[in-house]
T-cell receptor
Framework: AAGVIQSPRHLIKEKRETATLKCYPIPRHDTVYWYQQGPGQDPQFLISFYEKMQSDKGSIPDRFSAQQFSDYHSELNMSSLELGDSALYFC??????????????FGEGSRLTVL | AQSVAQPEDQVNVAEGNPLTVKCTYSVSGNPYLFWYVQYPNRGLQFLLKYITGDNLVKGSYGFEAEFNKSQTSFHLKKPSALVSDSALYFCAVRGRGSQGNLIFGKGTKLSVKP
């Protein structure tokens, strides 16, 4: 079965650079979530989109932005990168039905390292 | 605010023994509770959920969890542990008023020794 696809899987950037992460949800899933997991930490919710509109916002820094496109894929844009942004970034998707019961399907994650 | 707590950073069990990974919750309204498993450098995989109904929930890979309202707990259990069960386990609760956003506990590392 198709899963959530994230790219790139690994990314190395310098401080103050920008980075863009992409997420392709499971086909027919209309909701996308972004999570950040620091080393040894639990995943922290950043932001979510439903039908291309922002539906919920968590602890996303102002330096970050995200959007969901017409084909339901999503991109997380991170600017003025800081060392503390080094983390595993997960995308998850769900459809309206499973969203109401909370089952999210996660991608393998994108590991961002800021030097 | 919705939250879950996992009191143990690590749980060690011998293969073939029963295992329990603990989780307690604090919510407003009815709790939507979940367990996810994470293998090293991998994404989170859904194990099971409690929404309503029977307090004993059965999930993937032989895992089950018991919802206990009086103790506000949702412990994960398995009758006989396998070495391959060694991983990081996260308890989660659905955020209040959200479209499905999950709030995770700190995680418990399960180590199963042969």
């Amino acid at each position: 079965a198709a899963g959530v696809i994230q790219s790139p899987r690994h990314l190395i950037k310098e401080k103050r650079e920008t980075a863009t992460l992409k997420c392709y949800p499971i086909p027919r899933h209309d909701t996308v979530y972004w999570y950040q997991q620091g080393p040894g930490q639990d995943p922290q919710f950043l932001i979510s989109f439903y039908e291309k509109m922002q539906s919920d916002k968590g602890s996303i820094p102002d330096r970050f932005s995200a959007q969901q496109f017409s084909d339901y894929h999503s991109e997380l844009n991170m600017s003025s990168l800081e060392l503390g942004d080094s983390a595993l970034y997960f995308c998850a998707s769900s459809n309206r039905g499973s969203a109401n019961t909370g089952e999210l399907f996660f991608g393998e994650g994108s590991r961002l390292t800021v030097l | 605010a919705q939250s879950v707590a996992q009191p143990e950073d690590q749980v060690n069990v011998a293969e073939g023994n029963p295992l329990t990974v603990k989780c307690t919750y604090s919510v407003s309204g009815n709790p939507y509770l979940f367990w996810y498993v994470q293998y090293p450098n991998r994404g989170l995989q859904f194990l099971l959920k409690y929404i309503t109904g029977d307090n004993l929930v059965k999930g993937s890979y032989g895992f089950e969890a018991e919802f206990n309202k009086s103790q506000t707990s949702f412990h994960l259990k398995k009758p006989s542990a396998l070495v391959s069960d060694s991983a990081l386990y996260f308890c989660a609760v659905r955020g209040r008023g959200s479209q499905g956003n999950l709030i995770f506990g700190k995680g418990t590392k399960l180590s199963v020794k042969p």
